[in-house]
């Protein structure tokens, strides 16, 4: 698989799905757990509202966490902005470190380029265009490096 240059996913049930948010790998952060780090992500946008950030971790599903999440009927932290690829990071993070599976998986895509191939989102993917920032890839490819360095010590 280190041969591989570049690995597109988008979606938990295709191919390396599990680097996709919405995957099943239950996370545990500060003492809550999160079915997904989707959950976690949409979560920490509110921590103003502890009851409406709860609704978001015990959500049914990444989806419908997605969606509490996206919802402008709450007031979103006013440093989302700032603060939202190292929620990112926190959360990809802990789920590579919790998951001794996916963690072995990713370090086997070696150097490979890994790419969120959404088609609607040109932040954390490529979007339509493929011309998006894939923050969530290089969040990924970070997390990658940490735990290959952390595998040679």
Do not use: C
Not at 60 to 85: M, N, Q, T, V, Y
Not at 137 to 143: E, F, K, P, Y
């Amino acid at each position: 698989m280190s041969s591989v240059d570049t690995i597109e996913f988008y979606g938990a049930n295709k191919a390396y799905g599990f680097f996709s948010n919405f995957y099943n790998a239950p996370i545990y952060i500060e003492g809550v757990r999160y079915d997904t780090t989707e959950h976690y992500f949409q979560a920490m946008k509110f921590p103003q509202e502890p009851d409406y950030q709860r609704a978001i971790a015990t959500a049914d599903g990444p989806g419908k966490a997605a969606k509490l999440g996206r919802s402008r009927a709450h007031k979103l932290r006013s440093d989302w902005e700032e603060i939202k690829d190292e929620v990112m990071t926190t959360a990809v993070r802990a789920k590579f470190t919790s998951h001794e599976d996916l963690r072995k998986q990713m370090l086997q895509t070696g150097n490979a380029k890994l790419v969120e191939a959404s088609p609607t989102d040109a932040y954390w993917g490529v979007g339509a265009d493929n011309n998006g920032k894939n923050m969530l890839g290089i969040v990924l490819m970070r997390v990658r490096d940490e735990l290959a360095a952390a595998q040679q010590d």
